[in-house]
């Protein structure tokens, strides 16, 4: 009976060796065309397109609208709202460029990258996560999904 436990204790204790290794070796990796300073320098325009747009509404509800209807560069694939009136957690879809069937990604910071999978083949994308007053003072939160260029 103690040997089966040891056994098991062993392999959970593996299970969760290879789990931190395996995000200490995604932080260790993380690109440099995906960290922070880089994707907002270098998407500036849709960072203040957005702010702009949600600075001018009231609620989650109302910039969704603004964002679905806004035109927005090529380069952005897809737009995610979230605030207090919409669920923290689940949010708005508010902008799909696309559909992909599968999706892997990583962020930290307030950015990240990851792949899609289309029907034409994967897609680089690198990802900003912020967040911008309303004009009613509650702060909505977005995802922004934009194709990497190289």
Known sequence: MKKSCLNVGLIALRRIGSC???????????????????????????????????????SVAEAKKQVADAEWPEKV???????????M???FEAFKRYAWNSN????????GHGTLGTATGEKQIVIINNSQQSAAGGD?????????QP
Request: charged share 25%.
């Open 20 to 58: 931190v290794y395996s995000i200490v070796t995604a932080i260790s990796n993380f690109p440099e065309y995906a960290q922070r300073e880089v994707v907002y320098e270098k998407h500036k325009d849709v960072l203040t397109q957005i702010n702009d747009l949600i600075r001018a509404t009231n």
């Open 77 to 87: 694939v897809f737009i995610r709202l979230m605030g207090q009136d919409a669920g």
């Open 89 to 91: 957690n689940d949010g």
């Open 104 to 111: 892997s990604f990583f962020t930290i910071n307030g950015s």
């Open 140 to 148: 909505i939160k977005y995802d922004i999904d934009i194709e990497h």
